[in-house]
Nanobody
């Protein structure tokens, strides 16, 4: 069973930093794009950052210059380093990964989410 597990969320003051990590388990995979999304109360889930297997990154305008996404292809993990956090960054953060191989598992997978709360 494919699982994505996020860690690193928590409560931080505005201006602080957090690092989120996401590990995959349940088999040997070749992953395509991995990423982080977030959902604040009463709002739709939105893309925060994505990274391709080749390292190409994409960021939401609201986090550019503050967040950095990275991945370890050997370990099939993805991380999100967050600096200069703002109260509006408060949300549940979800990890996502696209499994390419094996073909039988080819799909997008999501973690259960980790809460990030930024106090003003």
């Amino acid at each position: 069973q494919v699982q994505l597990v996020e860690s690193g969320g928590g409560l931080v003051q505005a201006g602080g930093s957090l690092r989120l990590s996401c590990t995959t388990s349940g088999g040997r995979f070749s992953l395509g794009t991995m990423g982080w999304y977030r959902q604040a109360p009463g709002k739709q889930r939105e893309m925060v950052a994505t990274i391709t297997s080749g390292g190409k990154t994409n960021y939401a305008d609201s986090v550019k210059g503050r967040f950095t996404i990275s991945r370890d292809n050997a370990k099939n993990t993805v991380s999100l380093q967050m600096h200069s956090l703002k109260p509006e960054d408060t949300a549940v953060y979800y990890c996502t990964a696209e499994i390419l191989v094996p073909v039988t598992l080819r799909a997008d997978y999501w973690g259960q989410g980790t809460q990030v709360t930024v106090s003003s």
